[in-house]
């Protein structure tokens, strides 16, 4: 079993900023992309920034040069510092990993159970 558990998450005022965090745990063998999600009242979900497990990472445009994505390959983390944020980014937010387990060789991807984020003042 691999379970994504996040945290971080919370009530800011446009303009603040919130990091959030995502541990991995359970039976890992290597975990390949990692990434944040997020989705709002009423939309589809969306990808918000992923990072590959070199460290490469791509961010959707409604949140580049705000938000920074960041992993801990030895302890299967990975981490989205939000800065300037703005009511638009009120969403719950759910880490993603493509993990693949001890034994497998295929990767599967496995999602947290999701965090809150609210902007408003």
């Known amino acids: 079993q691999v379970r994504l558990v996040e945290s971080g998450g919370g009530l800011v005022q446009p303009g603040g900023s919130l990091r959030l965090s995502c541990a991995a745990s359970g039976s890992i063998f290597r975990i390949l992309a990692m990434g944040w999600y997020r989705q709002a009242p009423g939309k589809q979900r969306e990808l918000v920034a992923a990072?590959?497990?070199?460290?490469?990472?791509n961010y959707a445009d409604s949140v580049k040069a705000r938000f920074t994505i960041s992993r801990d390959n030895a302890r299967n983390m990975v981490y989205l510092q939000m800065n300037s944020l703005k009511p638009e980014d009120t969403a719950v937010y759910y880490c993603?990993?493509?993990?693949?387990?001890?034994?497998?060789?295929?990767?599967?991807?496995?999602w947290g159970q999701g965090t809150q984020v609210t902007v408003a003042s």
């Open positions: 993603n990993a493509n993990v693949v387990r001890t034994g497998w060789s295929t990767g599967y991807n496995y």
């Open positions: 990072i590959a497990s070199g460290g490469s990472a």
